[in-house]
């Protein structure tokens, strides 16, 4: 099959993706600038990506839209089944992404408490035993979103000693995995008291800009702010309104508004925040975890089977919280 | 009581020790220039410090050594016994202090997996979904001491996904917390194919510089080596060698060999080391923990009870790996 991979980020893979593709036709374009590559393409493999009816348009041959993870809030499933192509996700728990994920949310919660820029002035100084840091252990932590992110987060919160409560569009279906819960409704509710808030909620519609000024109101002034979501859950102007008001104590980012982002973004360099770029997911397990299954799933198409993971078939899809 | 607090470093809480001993007579003294304080000293408090005889012989009246902490490697319990003094640490568990150690372990760990220095250069360039990192979930770890920080890192790296080796003198009495087990003369087969290796021991005569050149000669190409316990169980050379020809893939370090540290020391700015200054233990929770267990002991000397956690009865003390 013709399989395009959409972006430039995929040159990096090239060798790899070149020799496990090599029974395809294999090649990458620039969304900016694709000389035409849409026009035969079977298969495009998408990095979070805009797929809508007029890129659609464009891609006469395709068959499958397979996006390179699990976050799908780039395409337009609606107009791919109106034009008969397949959308399909990678399922993030058991390939290393939301485990992943889950792990540089614990990163940024870790450099947040143990104030690790601050320790780095210390020891520069020949300080010892400074700063003190806060302990997770006893602490109450909240997760928003349940889907496989954020349940690996609230599984290893347990573990690190912490209480946790979940937030969520719907309960989750497993006891246990949270202390307590809150629909989405009751958010600004269930950060109340809470020191750790870990972000993994799907963006759609309904969940855009959610993370808004009564949001970061309703925080707790020492507690901190992990978002491993997408940006555009949140309100910049009220996450900057917040840290320069101190209505939180820091915030930690792996995800941005735009990205690529600038450079000369300043929440890259401001004090009360740590920001990684988009790495949640960018691991050895998960790159390995998501290109076998991209193999398979394109093999499932090219031998006239059912790809797995469809986002248009209900209960086919990976389960995000959303 | 007279409570003396040995160490400038306990200046810091003067105004919260103060209130907490306030029916006591409390001071603290550097131990550079201690002007006599030892004269009429009745318990004396420590951070990691020699109290040897030659010490004991200036504080004739004292009768307790209290460590601030578990690690209590610079008491010589022998010589207290002989002169009648008590020898006390804290536990560490449920004090917030192993929990506390176990999460800087991870922090280090994370700093390497994630490869958070490079991460950063990537993102003041604007670049997004790089570098690739190590997912933690599915690697093999090795825990070295099975006392409670060993056996607190060992339960979260387990609840990371990871599949974990105990190395101890002894084998854990507990099921579970590990899933293979070596003991100490095994140490180097015990590393072979870990990714990460974090050291949990108590420095002692058997277990100083256990850590040498044949160590880290066995240990993967591709492992991280974290030391959260005591820098006197690492060879320097060996390690500072290591790194130089690459035998491990970069360290992590709570503890250095002197503390406190030089400013100028090389290994503070090691590209593949990631240096915090001693802050496993340090944190609200193990601050009011320390302090009210040290509080309540000091009380039951006062009242003619036996304190807790006697260093000089066995059974009696810390449950640290030796």
Chains 1, 2 share one sequence.
Request: net charge neutral; charged share 20%; aromatic share 8%.
């Amino acid at each position: 099959m013709k399989v395009l991979f959409w972006g430039k980020e995929f040159q990096r893979f090239f060798d790899t993706l070149s020799t496990v593709f090599a029974h395809h036709t294999m090649s990458i374009a620039d969304p900016l600038d694709d000389k035409g590559a849409l026009n035969d393409a079977e298969v495009l493999v998408i990095r979070p990506a805009t797929v809508d009816d007029e890129l659609l348009a464009r891609a006469p041959l395709l068959r499958m839209v397979q996006q390179w993870g699990a976050g799908t809030e780039g395409i337009d499933v609606a107009a791919c089944s109106k034009r008969g192509v397949i959308a399909c996700n990678v399922p993030s728990l058991g390939t290393g992404n939301a485990e992943g994920v889950a792990e540089v949310a614990f990163l940024h919660m870790l450099l947040h408490a143990k104030r690790f820029f601050r320790a780095r002035e210390k020891l520069m100084e020949g300080k010892v035993y400074t700063p003190p840091g806060t302990a997770l252990w006893g602490k109450r932590g909240c997760v928003v979103g349940l889907g496989n992110v954020g349940r690996s987060v609230a599984l290893r919160m347990k573990a690190f000693g912490m209480n946790v409560t979940g937030v969520n569009r719907t309960p989750p279906s497993e006891e246990g995995v949270v202390d307590d819960f809150f629909p989405l409704s009751g958010l600004e509710q269930a950060v109340k008291g809470r020191r750790f808030v870990v972000v993994a909620l799907a963006l759609n519609a309904a969940t855009e800009n959610i993370f808004g000024e009564s949001f970061f109101k309703a925080m707790d002034r020492d507690a901190f702010f992990i978002n491993v979501a997408r940006g555009g859950l949140v309100c910049r102007d009220a996450l900057e309104n917040a840290l320069k008001e101190q209505w939180i104590a820091g915030a930690g980012l792996d995800v941005l508004w735009e990205e690529p982002h600038s450079p000369e973004d300043p929440i890259l360099t401001h004090p009360a925040v740590t920001v990684t770029p988009h790495i949640g997911g960018v691991n050895d397990a998960s790159f390995e975890g998501v290109l076998s299954f991209i193999v398979r799933n394109i093999d499932l198409l090219a031998s006239g089977k059912n790809p797995l993971s469809r986002l248009d078939i209900k209960g086919a899809g990976a389960s995000q919280s959303r």
